[in-house]
């Protein structure tokens, strides 16, 4: 089994930055295709950002070039590092791991965090 806790979320401004983190436990994130999902009120969940076993990463369109999804196994610990965020980005934002290969379809998931709120004045 395994858990997934969210944390770093919070109310910035236009502009500002976040670090999201998801602590893994149970076993390591690297037996596992990583992915954070948003959910904005009244809107179905949608893919954000993933990692792959390899290491690869991956990006909704909306966030290319402003969010950074990346892991660190000392601390079995996955991040989704946000720049330059924008109200569009308001939501909660999720954690999940996926025990096999599929990227960006949320149904395929295995495990889910509990979620974080991310909310951007403008």
């Known amino acids: 089994q395994v858990q997934l806790v969210e944390s770093g979320g919070g109310l910035v401004q236009a502009g500002g930055s976040l670090r999201l983190s998801c602590a893994v436990s149970?076993?390591?994130?690297?037996?596992?295709?990583m992915g954070w999902f948003r959910q904005a009120p009244g809107k179905e969940r949608e893919f954000v950002a993933a990692?792959?076993?390899?290491?690869?990463?991956y990006y909704t369109d909306s966030v290319k070039g402003r969010f950074t999804i990346s892991g660190d196994n000392a601390k079995n610990t996955v991040y989704l590092q946000m720049n330059s965020l924008k109200p569009e980005d308001t939501a909660v934002y999720y954690c999940?791991?996926?025990?096999?290969?599929?990227?960006?379809?949320?149904?395929?998931?295995?495990?889910w965090g509990q979620g974080t709120q991310v909310t951007v004045s403008s």
């Open positions: 999940a791991a996926n025990s096999g290969y599929a990227l960006y379809e949320r149904r395929l998931y295995d495990y």
């Open positions: 149970g076993r390591t994130f690297r037996n596992y295709v």
């Open positions: 990692i792959s076993r390899s290491v690869a990463t």
